[in-house]
């Protein structure tokens, strides 16, 4: 049997991800800047402003870094933490390979994420899962998850001292599916894993670092902003590249 065609399997790609098949974008990923390794990056959140509210304390038990992955969605489904659980449907824990290669991590679930209780549905989920056959992965291959659980009202982005609270969740998430790569999906993802406060635009087009193993991590668009914004999907087809070349520079 003949090995396939990358050209055909590039033009495939381009299409799923609804780009001009002729854009030659594979080229460019070859001088992606790659950003050295550092030390481990917290998901700690600023302190609270005065007044604001804050995590209530947790229940007695086990220590969120010392539950396995049953005990830790069991902790996720009963968490009443902050005031998003008075509001929400159901918590969303995440969906995918429990080891898995990629992790994507977004920001909160949506209205129809909080009624089916999984992470990117709707018209947005499809892009993503557009997004991820365009890398040979899918919603059983890769993890996704969001930087916090449950629904914030009106689908506004999650606080400073909500997504302190679930933190823990997510960082115990990550630790158990040892992911060899991280993409970060939109601004409040992106900030809130690197501890920057900088546009996505500036965070997007090289390899950072997550937390005490160095996990690589790719920042890229929110398929939400690319709905608005179609013409940036180019942009997010050269993060996908960029994620996939870390991966097949490690089995090189």
Not at 12 to 36: H, K, S
Not at 217 to 226: I, M, S
Request: net charge neutral.
């Amino acid at each position: 049997m003949s090995a396939p065609d990358p050209e055909a399997r590039r033009v495939r790609y381009l299409r799923t991800m609804g780009i001009t098949a002729w854009v030659r974008r594979d080229r460019v990923i070859q001088n992606e800047p790659v950003e050295p390794a550092r030390p481990a990056l917290s998901t700690a959140a600023p302190a609270p402003e005065s007044g604001s509210a804050t995590c209530s304390p947790a229940p007695q038990g086990a220590a969120v870094n010392e539950l396995d992955w049953e005990a830790l969605q069991a902790a996720v489904a009963g968490c009443q933490l902050c005031p998003l659980a008075q509001t929400r449907t159901t918590t969303v824990f995440g969906v995918g390979a429990v080891a898995a290669d990629w992790m994507v991590i977004g920001e909160a679930p949506g209205a129809e994420e909080d009624r089916r209780g999984e992470p990117f549905v709707g018209r947005a989920g499809q892009l993503l899962d557009a997004m991820l056959d365009g890398v040979s992965q899918s919603r059983s291959t890769a993890y996704i998850a969001n930087v916090i659980k449950c629904r914030p009202p009106n689908n506004r982005d999650p606080s400073a001292e909500e997504a302190t609270c679930c933190a823990p969740y997510l960082q115990r998430q990550i630790e158990l599916i040892q992911p060899r790569v991280i993409l970060a999906v939109g601004r409040v993802a992106a900030q809130r894993l690197l501890g920057q406060d900088v546009p996505v635009g500036r965070l997007r087009g090289r390899v950072h670092h997550f937390g005490p193993d160095n996990t690589p991590l790719v920042v890229t668009y929110h398929p939400a902003y690319l709905l608005r914004r179609p013409t940036e999907k180019g942009k997010v087809w050269r993060d996908l590249l960029l994620a996939r070349s870390v991966l097949e520079a490690e089995t090189a």
